[in-house]
């Protein structure tokens, strides 16, 4: 892709393999010797591990699939039935229910590292709003998949979010209300709501695939962006992606998955709401309904606004404002560490993002309510006022000569080559 | 990007390649170590498929015999496959002893409650003390299709037993395979006749 080929077949069956269907090239030149810029630190390890989180969902949904019925009466207990009957089925769900939240762990940290970084920035705008996109697809995948346990839990989030399309009535007389009857295929949420989530929830973790595809395309023709933001200016500047980004990726791939193990053996339903272990019923409420954690930033916006319409627009907004962040972002520099004045209001975002979570959690009511309304404020005016007027305004620090500069210092005299590794037999390097 | 070319791991080889480094070590311990993994977490994925322990534990089944007269045969379901329990008579019990064990073409009894050699002999494929009883899994050996012979005006074959309308395989009144493709004589479920008129199954 963008950068000239050297891979050379040996055999001759990688010979005729190459003339006909160049797979084995395309493997070697995008993720064996592609140019990498030599500071990536540990935030960039998360693309690695982002994979393999949705390898890891997607091979432990087609065994649950095996098991799973997915109507009213037999949803539940199959759930039950899985937990305690099949082999391994209790480990193979708390892979999966924890793995979406260590799959949304890791999708933030990226996506905020994406932030600080500048790396939407041009070149990097397609690549940018494809991981937007992905992350609206695993939002909608990650409740359909919640909705199949047929819960309490479950089935009241289905309630609640597929009524937000009802406040379509308000634009016009009629439409929501036919909308969401669509959605249900009924009156209410119940058997064809189930099934049709559950044909969508299998289907979306492999769009979600190819969509991933398509990111990892947009990456490969500029390249990693990196943590001083300035572009690679020589073959200094990168080393090849295998041994050092494999090893570094796989490196924190280890450590993250640790911390999902520990979850899977010894914490498997902290993260989830006791309530989804009682059985749907479509005559009872639960005292007090919220959504798994890594939606209630958005859900604290939803409660924030007052009106219907006006919240349910608001809430689709919050991502939304994601896809234009390339174009509302003015500043000179990609990144935040250049930033003396914007870095304030970014780390301001992430806590605003954060506690948008904690209010999420508690009950819509007095002071919640109004911090709920003053976060949800700063989130908006972050993108909307801070980026543009903050990067106008800013005057960047100094930006080092080169990459290789911001690792082994300013320049010398006799010019530093890199050294990768350390005991090799020809010193000049490959220019 | 695209005028710059890169450096590959081929040209940093280390300086002596015959010695084993501690960089070998350290990538065959890692690999093998990730090796190991994968298979440990392959494991649970494949063994989920194997039977559950709700289908482990549906174990046995009574079948109360108290109805079932001379000549008349009837089928109940253990662990979801069709058991043949056939209420003989003595022309069918003559039948089946007057047989040498080398004209079979199985001579092994299949017969879960006996060991593993024992001979075809219509005692053995029989109940025990009670040679009038044949209870045996209704599964034709050779490809799994359920034989004839069970209900009145069935087609039995040559041998006033079973006949396969899959490919035709013929079983006696025993049970035995006599005729056709089938390799094995039906088998013989583990079962204990509890009293006279009752089976245990499994």
Same mark, same amino acid.
């Given at each position: 892709m963008a950068h000239s080929s050297s891979y050379e077949p040996s055999s001759g069956i990688e010979k005729w393999i190459d003339a006909r269907l160049p797979v084995p090239r395309l493997m070697y030149d995008q993720f064996l010797a592609f140019p990498t810029p030599r500071n990536l630190n540990y935030w960039w390890t998360f693309g690695g591990i982002l994979s393999f989180m949705l390898v890891s969902q997607i091979a432990t949904g087609v065994v649950l699939a095996m098991h799973y019925v997915a109507t009213p009466t037999n949803a539940f207990d199959s759930v039950e039935h899985i937990m305690r009957d099949v082999n391994w089925g209790w480990l193979l769900r708390y892979t999966h229910a924890v793995g979406a939240s260590m799959f949304f762990l890791a999708a933030y940290i990226h996506t905020f590292r994406g932030l600080y970084y500048g790396s939407y920035k041009a070149p990097r705008e397609v690549l940018w709003i494809l991981g937007v996109l992905i992350l609206f697809l695993m939002i909608a995948t990650a409740f359909m998949g919640y909705s199949l346990v047929w819960g309490q839990m479950s089935f009241w989030a289905v309630t609640v979010i597929t009524n937000l399309f009802s406040s379509l009535d308000a634009v016009i007389p009629g439409l929501g209300t036919r909308l969401v009857q669509w959605i249900w295929g009924g009156f209410a949420v119940g058997g064809p709501t189930l099934t049709r989530? /559950?044909?969508?929830? /299998?289907l979306f973790p492999f769009v979600i695939a190819g969509v991933v595809v398509l990111h990892v395309w947009a990456l490969h023709i500029p390249g990693n962006n990196? &943590?001083?933001?300035?572009?690679v200016k020589s073959a200094r500047d990168t080393v090849p992606f295998h041994p050092y980004y494999t090893i570094k990726d796989g490196f924190a791939l280890v450590l993250f998955a640790v911390l999902f193990a520990g979850f899977v053996f010894y914490a498997p339903n902290l993260l989830g709401h006791p309530d989804n272990y009682i059985p749907a019923n479509p005559l009872q409420t639960p005292q007090h309904i919220v959504p798994e954690w890594y939606f209630l930033p958005f /859900?604290?916006?939803? %409660?924030?606004?007052?009106?219907?319409?006006?919240?349910?627009?608001?809430l689709m907004g919050a991502i939304v404002v994601l896809f234009f962040v390339p174009w509302l972002d003015t500043s000179r520099v990609r990144s935040t560490s250049y930033r003396p004045i914007y870095k304030w209001f970014f780390w301001a975002f992430v806590v605003t993002c954060l506690v948008l979570g904690y209010l999420g959690s508690q009950p819509p009511e007095g002071i919640y309510l109004v911090l709920g309304r003053i976060f949800t404020a700063y989130y908006f005016l972050f993108f909307l006022l801070v980026m543009p007027v903050v990067g106008w305004i800013e005057k960047p620090k100094a930006l080092p000569g080169s990459i290789t500069e911001s690792v082994l210092g300013p320049e010398k005299s006799s010019p530093a080559s890199p050294q990768p590794a350390p005991r090799r037999r020809t010193p000049e390097p490959a220019l | 990007m695209a005028d710059?070319?890169?450096?590959?791991?081929?040209?940093? &080889?280390?300086?002596?390649?015959?010695? &084993?480094? %501690? %960089?070998?070590?350290?990538?065959?311990?890692?690999?093998?170590f990730a090796a190991a993994g994968l298979g440990l977490g392959l494991w649970p994925l494949l063994d989920q498929m194997n039977p559950d322990q709700s289908a482990l534990s549906m174990a046995t089944t009574e079948v109360d015999l108290t109805h079932v007269e001379a000549g008349q045969a009837i089928t109940v379901m253990w662990r979801g496959k069709p058991i043949f329990i056939r209420h003989r008579t003595d022309k069918e019990i003559e039948e089946a002893k007057a047989v040498p064990i080398d004209d079979l073409p199985d001579p092994i009894a299949r017969n879960a409650n006996l060991p593993d050699d024992a001979p075809a002999t219509d005692e053995n494929r029989a109940g025990k003390d009670r040679e009038s009883w044949l209870v045996m899994i209704g599964i034709c050996t050779h490809l799994g299709c359920i034989p004839k012979g069970q209900a009145i005006g069935d087609p039995k074959g040559d041998y006033d037993g079973w006949f396969c309308p899959c490919h035709g395989s013929q079983y006696d009144s025993a049970g035995r395979v006599r005729k056709g493709p089938a390799p094995q004589n039906m088998a013989i479920p583990p079962y204990t006749l509890v009293s006279d008129t009752k089976v245990k199954i499994g």
């Open positions: 989530l /559950y044909s969508l929830h /299998y990196n &943590p001083t933001g300035i572009d /859900y604290a916006i939803l %409660r924030a606004i007052p009106n219907k319409l006006f919240g349910v627009a608001t | 710059t070319t890169h450096i590959t791991p081929a040209q940093f &080889p280390l300086p002596d390649e015959d010695e &084993p480094s %501690r %960089r070998d070590v350290i990538m065959i311990a890692a690999g093998g």
